[in-house]
Nanobody
């Protein structure tokens, strides 16, 4: 059974930092591209960042470029999201997701096969 478990969310002041982790089990992690998406109240789920299975390529939403960094440790079956210079508009539930298919662009949620339960990030002004 595939499980993706996010952790590291919480409440932080604007300008602060958080590091999210997503631990994967039940799959061959090193063969999956991984992505982070987020969903704010009343809004649709949106792409944040993704990383290829090798870690060789990363993709960022314009809204987080230069502030967020994705990385992965295939030995630990874990993907990380370092979030710096957080803004109130970053407040959302953050989800990690895993995919091996290429039917959709990596920024498209429909590409992803497995999803975590989400972790809340709240940035106060």
């Amino acid at each position: 059974q595939v499980q993706l478990v996010e952790s590291g969310g919480g409440l932080v002041q604007a300008g602060g930092s958080l590091r999210l982790s997503c631990a994967a089990s039940g799959l061959t992690f090193s063969t999956y591209a991984m992505g982070w998406f987020r969903q704010a109240p009343g809004k649709e789920r949106e792409f944040v960042v993704a990383i290829t299975w090798t870690g060789g390529r990363t993709y960022y939403a314009d809204s987080v470029k230069g502030r967020f960094t994705i990385s992965r440790d295939n030995a630990k079956n874990t993907v990380y999201l370092q979030m710096n210079s957080l803004k109130p508009e970053d407040t959302a539930v953050y989800y990690c997701a895993a995919t091996t298919n290429t039917y959709y662009p990596i920024r498209n949620a429909r590409r992803y096969d497995y999803w975590g339960q989400g972790t809340q990030v709240t940035v106060s002004s």
